[in-house]
Structures are given as C-alpha cells and as structure tokens.
Nanobody, 127 residues
Framework: QLQASGGGLVQAGDSLRLSCTAS????????MGWFRQAPGKEREFVAA????????YYQDSVKGRFTISKDNAKNTMYLQMNSLKSEDMAVYYC??????????????????????WGQGTLVTVSS
C-alpha cells in the first residue's frame, strides 16, 4: 500500500512537502514517482526516483522548483515543492513500480510502469 500525505492550501510562492510511505512488497520496487491531475486535465508525470540508487527524473515544468527524495529506512518518498504556482494546483498521486520496469530508460513517465498507486493528496495554490 501507498499512503500519501502533505497536501494543503498554500499561496503562490509558498512551499509544501508531500510524503508517500510504502508498505509491504512495494518497498522493493524499482522506483517510485509522483503524478498529478488538475481539474479537467489528464494525469501527468511530475517526478520519479529509483529506489536503489536514487536517480531522479523531473518534468520540465518543475525542474529547479521541486525536489524528489527518499528515505529507505522509512520506506518513504518525498516531494519538496518550492515556489508553487497556480498551475501546480492538482491532486498529487504517488505510485510505485514493480521490482523491474519493462521499457528501459524512459520508464519513469509511463503510468503503465506503476501498478501501485496511493489515494492522492490535494494541493491548492491561491494566487
């Protein structure tokens, strides 16, 4: 299971940190990621990290503002979001892959690589 938390209401320019704690076999996943879905839009990739060696991947629009990290001992992934903008407002979902990924180096942005999903946490940014 994946348990996401940390969402809330903030003003533009503020910061927020999301957490996602994994339990069970998910803790042996190849990687974990954050996706988001804004009202009326499709869900999109935000950031991902490999569980073993911490390689990080970001969507271009969040590079330099968001930082993904992990704490293996706590089976927890984080998303530090700084300089939040109104366009960052969305429901944020954490997700985990299986022990292996199938499509090689571009695995991180494909929802099909993530069989495990958390319940989502809402981030609201007021301007």
């Amino acid at each position: 299971q994946l348990q996401a938390s940390g969402g809330g209401l903030v003003q533009a320019g503020d910061s927020l940190r999301l957490s996602c704690t994994a339990s069970g076999s998910i803790s042996s996943s190849y990687g974990m990621g954050w996706f988001r879905q804004a009202p009326g839009k499709e869900r999109e990739f935000v950031a991902a990290i490999t569980w073993s060696d911490g390689r990080k991947y970001y969507q271009d629009s969040v590079k330099g503002r968001f930082t993904i990290s992990k704490d293996n001992a706590k089976n927890t992934m984080y998303l530090q979001m700084n300089s939040l903008k109104s366009e960052d407002m969305a429901v944020y979902y954490c997700a985990a892959t299986g022990a292996f990924v199938t499509i090689g180096s571009t695995w991180f942005h494909s929802e099909h690589e993530y069989p495990y999903w958390g319940q989502g946490t809402l981030v609201t940014v007021s301007s």
